[in-house]
């Protein structure tokens, strides 16, 4: 999602998007990969603009099965032939000699999202058991799948949403795609009326102003005003709507200040939908874990790893949460209210 609000041209399709429950997985599969080769298609018969056009596909990817899909759809679609390239960004634990952080850090993914996700929910049944599983399937590259793709990019799970991003458009880079586009002649902004000004638009490449939006322009930046008077900016492309206008981005990939500031404000928007769906779950969520609970464990037993996570987020919104945390939770059990 970063990447998608981040380049002008990229289509993002989540696997997760697809699986409604009550649906059968044949048929979800069926979808998604429907969904894939026809944005892989539109981005074939793309007309020439500024920066490449992207395909971001979204799934899991244990399996040599799994990965032989993708490489099957751009097979049928001559890919390759036409000028397209793949990457596959492979996120996973690189590091020797850390046992459980693999596991950890999708616990915490898991319990951050609670009910965003469609399949894996905090109260969701045996959670570390399917990841475990999952774990266990894992199918290593053969040299030959290796082959199949232009470039391959091991990005740390620990690493940042912003980090990870520029893992991939740097590996776009090697590759010699400009996914970012280049220099812009002309990047157009709308600025919103203030001082007893009226609005006006300007060109913050280089540095003219207009009452109105010149003929055959663009407007890149749409700007307005809330009630107290601070400015917003919504980017026209993506929707990304940011405080301020991000650095320009001028010479593509190279400009890495630029390029942070691009990727910072993308993933702004989405940690703001995140938390707009993480609201409205209120009380009920909570209110039913805690059921859970109940129903789960014996009295004195401490909560296991997926459980503890979850709990210790509600403790956080406590009103005494610092006093009732003091230096740190090593564990989290049921018992008896003290009489």
Not at 127 to 141: A, C
Not at 310 to 337: E, M, N, Q
Request: with cysteine; proline share 5%.
């Amino acid at each position: 999602r970063v990447l998608q609000g981040a380049l002008e041209r990229c289509a993002w399709v989540n696997q997760d998007a697809f699986a409604e429950p009550g649906t059968k997985r044949t048929s979800r599969k069926r979808r998604f990969l429907a969904a894939v080769e026809a944005e892989m298609r539109a981005a074939l018969e793309a007309p020439p603009g500024a920066g490449s056009p992207v395909v971001c596909v979204d799934k899991v990817n244990l399996l040599q099965e799994h990965r032989q899909a993708i490489l099957d759809i751009a097979s049928n679609l001559n890919w390759g032939g036409q000028g397209g390239q793949l990457v596959f960004a492979e996120v996973g634990d690189f590091r020797q000699g850390t046992p459980g952080r693999l596991m950890h850090f999708c616990m915490s993914r898991i319990h951050d999202r609670g009910s965003a996700h469609n399949t894996l929910t905090p109260e969701g049944t045996d959670v570390q058991g399917v990841l475990h599983r999952m774990v266990d399937m894992h199918s290593e590259f053969t040299q030959e799948e290796a082959a199949r793709f232009d470039a391959r990019v091991e990005i740390d799970i620990g690493l940042g949403p912003v980090a990870k991003a520029t893992a991939v458009i740097d590996a776009f880079d090697r590759l010699g795609l400009d996914v970012l586009g280049p220099d812009c002649a002309e990047e157009w902004v709308l600025i919103p009326p203030g001082d007893w000004k009226p609005a006006y638009f300007w060109d913050r490449v280089t540095g003219r102003s207009a009452w109105e939006l010149p003929v055959g322009a663009d407007c890149a930046w749409y700007g307005w005003t809330d009630g107290t008077g601070r400015p917003y900016f919504q980017r026209a492309s993506s929707g990304v709507v940011v405080r301020e206008l991000p650095p320009r981005r001028c010479g593509g990939i190279t400009q890495s200040s630029a390029l942070r500031g691009t990727l910072e404000s993308a993933w702004a928007a989405v940690r703001r939908q995140g938390a707009t769906l993480r609201s409205s779950e209120g009380k009920s969520a909570a209110q039913h874990f805690w059921a859970k609970v109940r129903q789960k464990y014996e009295p004195g037993e401490a909560l296991d790893l997926g459980d503890f996570h979850l709990a210790r987020r509600l403790l956080d919104t406590h009103p005494s949460a610092t006093a009732k945390i003091g230096s740190g939770v090593r564990a989290i059990k049921l018992d008896f209210a003290p009489r």
